[in-house]
């Protein structure tokens, strides 16, 4: 395949070799039920640990502990977890990446149950099912073209799911938190990752060109990686993104919550969350129907609706029309990440899709928790409204990057998908 995508690879499994339904095919439709339960099961945790620490008489720090040993364990394994998927099958990999979390959940109950005195318990498992998770995640991405003739249409229906499940999730955990003990929201995010591997179990796929057999490990990654970089417009996304995780999306957040909370209160600013929840549906929904030529470009043009938010707030709006900014933010963020999600699928060969996307994961957030740590220092300094500032400035030239950089701007769409 050609940098600029013009030699297209074709679609391999039942997905391209049949003509049945596009989208809702035999395959999809477990793989759906998968993803969506086992989606749940992840968004209840934080809420649950939480609020089960905090009732157990534990301290903050402890959850923040917690918290980091969940995410540290992704981010370090996800390059892994892109090797092993592409040499053992992504489905595999994900079917015991389910049973482990089950297992974890399983444990964390008990342990809630029981009542948490040893701290170091709970975050092993914490690591765990962060371990886990990395173990998950590439093959999450190379399922969806061997499933789906319509990838983009596919993956608009799992961002759509996506973005359900994180508003029930948390709003269901804390739910039940309040109103029995946080080991049954484990006991029912088990239950989330049984019914995943039942999911993925019952996928039928055509197999998937592994790597030689005598590769190490190591040889793998830098296989991945001579992939990964071969690509102009893949690997200048990631550099612009992490720009703009360290400069908008890391930083967005804390601010905001420091601005708005001591105006408006908690619950408003959770409404403002809700908002951006809902543009996600429907960012989802319009990338089910919307299909451009030049998906990054028309992605691209999508998030222009990022600084309306930031924006709004150093112009202090009032609630209904941050909310309305927020709907929109949330709307251009997901069609964007539809549109990414499937050039990658369709312009990157099954046989190291896997450990491409892992590269893709790792450097999209790589960045994130050092915006997060400098925005309050940088609040401190130069003050909430010039950090908004900023950052609605920094999401234009992020924009005005990835629209001037030609591979990225002329990427074509592969025909079909």
């Not at 591997?197 to 055509?206: N, P, T």
């Not at 089910?288 to 470009?297: G, N």
């Not at 999508?302 to 930031?310: C, E, Q």
Request: aromatic share 8%; charged share 10%; glycine share 12%.
């Amino acid at each position: 395949m050609t940098q600029t995508g013009l030699q297209q690879p074709p679609l391999s499994g039942p997905a391209a070799a049949t003509a049945g339904p596009a989208i809702w095919s035999r395959n999809f439709r477990y793989y759906f039920t998968a993803r969506s339960a086992g989606l749940l099961g992840h968004t209840m945790l934080p809420v649950a640990v939480a609020a089960g620490l905090i009732g157990s008489g534990h301290g903050l720090g402890s959850v923040g502990l917690a918290l980091a040993f969940l995410t540290a364990p992704f981010a370090g394994l996800v390059l892994f977890g892109g090797v092993l998927s592409d040499r053992f099958t992504a489905r595999r990999m994900m079917i015991g990446a389910d049973l482990t979390n089950l297992i974890a959940r399983a444990l964390m109950a008990v342990l809630f149950f029981q009542g948490v005195d040893q701290l170091w318990q709970l975050y092993a498992l914490m690591a765990v099912a962060g371990s886990a998770a990395a173990m998950f995640q590439p093959g999450a991405a190379s399922t969806v073209p061997l499933v789906a003739r319509d990838v983009q249409g596919a993956n608009g229906v799992l961002r759509t799911s996506e973005a359900l499940t994180a508003l029930l999730g948390p709003a269901l955990a804390g739910l039940l938190v309040s109103a029995a003990a946080t080991g049954w929201v484990m006991v029912i995010a088990a239950v989330t990752y049984g019914i995943s591997a039942c999911g993925l179990f019952a996928l039928r796929l055509d197999p998937v060109p592994a790597p030689p057999p005598g590769d190490s490990l190591w040889r793998n990654l830098v296989t991945g990686w001579h992939e990964f970089r071969s690509r102009r417009w893949l690997w200048g996304t990631i550099v612009v993104w992490m720009f703009y995780t360290v400069l908008s999306t890391g930083p967005l957040l804390p601010v905001a919550a420091g601005t708005l909370v001591p105006v408006y209160g908690s619950t408003l600013f959770g409404l403002l969350s809700c908002a951006f929840a809902v543009g996600t549906v429907c960012g989802g929904l319009l990338a089910i129907r919307l299909k451009p030529p030049r998906p990054l470009a028309a992605g691209a043009v999508a998030l222009l609706a990022f600084p309306l938010y930031p924006f709004g707030i150093v112009l202090g709006w009032h609630v209904p029309a941050l909310a309305v900014a927020q709907v929109l933010v949330g709307t251009g963020v997901t069609f964007w990440g539809v549109m990414w999600a499937t050039s990658v699928q369709t312009q990157v060969p099954g046989e190291v899709l896997n450990r491409v996307h892992a590269y893709d994961v790792a450097g999209s957030v790589c960045m994130l928790p050092i915006g997060s740590a400098l925005a309050g220092p940088a609040a401190a300094s130069f003050g909430p409204n010039t950090v908004l500032a900023a950052v609605g400035v920094a999401a234009l030239l992020v924009v005005a990057a990835l629209l001037l950089s030609r591979p990225i701007r002329e990427l074509r769409r592969v025909p079909g998908t």
